[in-house]
């Protein structure tokens, strides 16, 4: 695989960002979800390099206990950011059980997944609230290798106005995460999506290793893991499209 120049691509990641600000938001202020992992690290703090610390603004959402808070605390404070606590537990319990109700009436119970992605789609619209609130604009905080095989919420963590990492793979995040200064165990935190208590990797069922490879170089040893990724691909490119539309 090709030399990744960490700190070349931050440096064009910060002006691609300030570009993207003053074509569409000049003056504006960059709103993240904290969560303590490597993504929301790494874009809060590629936005105060592009923006200023004035001008990012972090957002915790615990659902009901986070037990690692502490992280996203200590993030906002290395970083020096203004934020705000928005915890999100009662709000998704109240609506979760308003659509089990509903679901009763209809014979049929909430699913397990439906469990899992309502809270990011929760998330979400607390962003948009506080971001709309504080002349904001929210940030995307997925990345290219989470994004080719979906996973992530549509609506949810998959929503936003920008995406600095959309087109860098896991090692190139972790690498510019280093580059960036940031808490080293932040940015090599094992990934998780903090909802179903597996981590990425065993959801997926191959390493961000071996799918960072295969869409770099289109080389994978594994025919499982290739089999795997490919399904993912092509079943979640849906989530990657604008909304289809008719055209009379």
Not at 23 to 50: Q, T, Y
Not at 149 to 157: F, H, L
Request: negative net charge; glycine residues 10%.
């Amino acid at each position: 695989m090709e030399q990744f120049d960490a700190k070349k691509v931050k440096e064009q990641v910060v002006k691609w960002i300030q570009d993207w600000f003053e074509e569409n938001g000049r003056g504006c202020n960059a709103v993240i979800g904290i969560s303590g992992g490597k993504d929301s690290s790494v874009v809060a703090g590629l936005c105060v390099e592009a923006l200023g610390r004035d001008r990012v603004i972090g957002v915790t959402m615990p659902n009901g206990v986070q037990k690692d808070i502490s992280d996203s605390m200590r993030l906002i404070n290395h970083l020096g950011i203004r934020y705000c606590n928005v915890n999100i537990g009662d709000t998704c319990s109240t609506l979760m059980e308003a659509v089990r109700e509903q679901l009763a009436t209809l014979d049929t119970d909430i699913s397990e997944q439906t469990t899992i992605n309502l809270p990011p789609r929760v998330r979400m619209t607390t962003l948009y609230a506080v971001s709309q609130s504080m002349n904001g604009r929210v940030a995307n905080t997925c990345n290219l290798s989470e994004d080719w095989v979906g996973y992530s919420t549509r609506y949810g963590d998959a929503a936003g106005d920008f995406s600095p990492l959309g087109g860098l793979t896991v090692r190139e995040v972790i690498a510019i995460g280093k580059e960036l200064g940031l808490p080293i165990d932040l940015v090599e935190k094992t990934p998780s999506d903090g909802l179903c208590g597996k981590t990425d990797e065993d959801n997926l069922g191959f390493s961000y290793a071996v799918l960072d490879e295969y869409i770099r170089t289109g080389r994978c040893d594994d025919p499982v893991a290739k089999a795997r990724i490919d399904d993912k691909h092509v079943k979640n490119l849906f989530k990657l499209k604008p909304i289809p539309h008719f055209e009379p």
